[in-house]
């Protein structure tokens, strides 16, 4: 999906609710200390190539360094480079400053929940993206659930806003530059 696609999508959510909460989401991924300390985990079945794929464009785009994703795997390929390499036994190390982000439209079997709770217990904040599960919501600092039916946003759309408004860098407004400028200009005002 294209930035035009992101932006029709917005506008096309924009008075239901959705918009905002993914904006929320996205934001708190910011929260992460260091570049690698985004973790991004799946189920065995479904791993996030997609979002993780998109929050490294965002990371790369913004400037923001902190959105540099670690794909985290099940089973990852013993020949495969290191950054494809990484498997759950690094969520042991995760810590403060770190953030796991779980994308699960499927609810997350067992290890994963124990994994997750592991890295909450150790300080890492938990994110997710999932399609209605309750016990990773209960660990959780902060979830988007989108139901696989009804929902008037998809699970990968939900994935697209979340990621580019992880990356978006607010630039300030007509109003607020000039507002600047005439500071600088005069210098700063002093009330009575």
Do not use: C, K, Y
């Not at 918009?19 to 996205?26: I, Q, S, V």
């Amino acid at each position: 999906m294209d930035a035009a696609s992101v932006n029709l999508l917005r506008e096309v959510l924009a008075s239901t609710g959705w918009l905002e909460r993914t904006r929320e989401l996205g934001l708190a991924l910011r929260a992460t200390r260091s570049p690698g300390g985004l973790l991004v985990v799946g189920t065995p079945e479904d791993e996030p190539w997609h979002v993780t794929a998109h929050l490294s464009d965002e990371a790369r785009l913004s400037g923001l360094a902190q959105l540099s994703p670690t794909l985290v795997r099940w089973a990852p390929p013993p020949g495969a480079p290191a950054h494809l390499r990484v498997g759950m036994e690094r969520l042991r190390s995760a810590g403060r400053g770190e953030t796991l982000f779980v994308v699960a439209e499927q609810r997350a079997p067992v290890p994963l929940l124990e994994r997750v709770d592991d890295a909450r217990r150790t300080g890492a904040t938990i994110l997710a993206i999932d399609g209605g599960d309750p016990e990773l919501e209960s660990l959780a600092h902060d979830s988007i659930a989108i139901p696989a039916e009804g929902a008037v946003l998809s699970f990968d759309a939900a994935q697209h806003l979340v990621s580019s408004a992880a990356g978006e860098v607010r630039r300030p407004g007509l109003r607020e530059r000039l507002a600047r400028l005439a500071e600088r200009i005069t210098g700063p005002h002093v009330s009575d």
